[in-house]
Each structure stands twice: as C-alpha cells, then as structure tokens.
C-alpha cells in the first residue's frame, strides 16, 4: 500500500521566500505529524494534527512557520520569509489514531529545503 | 530538560556480528520507547518498540531491552548485514502523548 509521500523532495529558495511543503499521509490516517531534521541531528517535533485540528503548535520555531491540514487529509506546512537557519529536512509522519503509543508514526521520506 | 541520548554516534560492526545499540533517557516518566531505522535520503522506518511495563522485546533479528532502573535502552541486531548500514534513533514518549522525543541516533556501518 501506498505509504506517506512528501513533495517536493528539494527545494532550494533565497531568503526571504516563502515555501509551502506538503504532505500526503497514510489514506485513513487521522493522526499527523511533521518533525524536522537538522543535519546530523535527531528529529524536532513541530505540530500535531488530529483531523483537521492542530491541538499542539508548541513545537513551530516562530511565527514564521504555519501548518493546516484539509478534509483530515493532506497537509501543508508554510514558511515564511525564510532564514538560512530554516534549512533542514522536514519529515512528516501520520498514524492511525493519536498519540504515539496507540498508533505507530509512519515516516515519509522527507522535503529537503535548503536556503540560500 | 529531558532528552534521549545515544552513547555513542557511529559503530562499525563486521558482518555476520551481532550489533548493539544504546540509548540513554533521562525521564522516568517515559513509559513508552521506539527505534527508528534511517537510511540515506529516507524517512525513519520502524523497527520495534516496547513498553515501560516489559523489559525485553523480540522482533526479527532484533531484540529491544529496557532497563528502567538506570534509564537505559538498547537495539540488538543479530547477524548483523550490510542492508543494516543506517543510522538508528531511540525516541520515548510519556502517557500516550503524541509527541516523540528523540536522540541524536546512532551511524551503523557494517563492514563486508
């Protein structure tokens, strides 16, 4: 079956762009996820939706970065006026209900962003 | 601040051998632990997880151990192979909460 995919895979912007990535997760998923990756480095954790509902947006580095999710669906996460410090791959994970220990989170292969 | 951390950032195991990987946490209230398996330019893949409530978990070829007593985690790999050259993360979670926390991770080299 298909798994969670991720698009674009890499994406090269200059500061002070905006950058939509998106995330397409496990067909009847209602849990997701995006974490992000700097080099060399564990995973970050940014939000969680549940459905449509971003219950935790504790973990988004600034205000610069917004995420939403459509018909409990795919989800987008927005930059914006990008800093170099904004490099790194971001993952995006979904799981069949909320919470880690009730559904395992599925990786996708990650959007690899780097800015110039 | 709590954070999950690996004892050490590369092993280079001969193939054939059996791998161990470890994992040190430092929250007692983490009752629930994963590996994470990434390969170059992928997604983390799960391996296994395991419990709070258990101390040891078998899966295949691998073998998870929990020690709450000193907080310590460990991935064994048996016969270890070249397809098994990734880098691995432990990450823990407290209550069911959705977010997971996650070490460093560990660079795996198999050697033919």
């Known amino acids: 079956g298909a798994g969670v995919s991720q698009s674009p895979s890499n994406k090269v912007t200059e500061k002070g762009k905006d950058v939509e990535l998106r995330c397409d997760p496990i067909?009847?998923?209602?849990?997701l996820y995006w974490y992000r990756q700097s080099l060399g480095q564990g995973l970050e954790f940014l939000i969680y939706?549940?459905?449509?509902?971003?219950?935790?947006k504790s973990g988004l580095p600034s205000d610069r970065f917004s995420a939403e999710r459509t018909g409990g669906s795919v989800s987008t996460l927005t930059i914006q006026r990008t800093q170099q410090e904004d490099s790194a791959v971001y993952l995006c994970?979904?799981?069949?209900?909320?919470?880690?220990?009730?559904?395992?989170?599925?990786f996708g292969p990650g959007t690899r962003l780097t800015v110039l | 601040g709590e954070s999950v951390g690996l004892h050490l950032p590369t092993l280079s195991v001969q193939e054939g051998d059996n791998s161990i990987i470890n994992c040190a946490y430092s929250?007692?209230?983490?009752?629930?632990f994963i590996w994470y398996k990434q390969e170059s330019g992928k997604g983390p893949q799960f391996i296994i997880d395991?419990?709070?409530?258990?101390d040891k978990r078998q899966g295949q070829r691998v073998t998870v151990l929990l020690n709450k007593t000193v907080k310590h985690l460990s991935l064994q790999i048996a016969a270890t192979q070249p397809g098994d050259s990734a880098v691995y993360f432990c990450?823990?979670?407290?209550?069911?909460?959705?977010?997971?926390?996650f070490g460093a991770g560990t660079t795996v080299t198999v050697r033919a």
């Open positions: 990450a823990e979670t407290i209550g069911g909460d959705y977010k997971l926390s």
């Open positions: 994970a979904s799981s069949s209900s909320g919470g880690a220990s009730r559904g395992t989170q599925y």
């Open positions: 067909s009847g998923h209602t849990a």
């Open positions: 929250n007692s209230a983490s009752d629930y």
């Open positions: 395991i419990r709070s409530n258990m």
């Open positions: 939706f549940q459905g449509n509902s971003a219950p935790d």
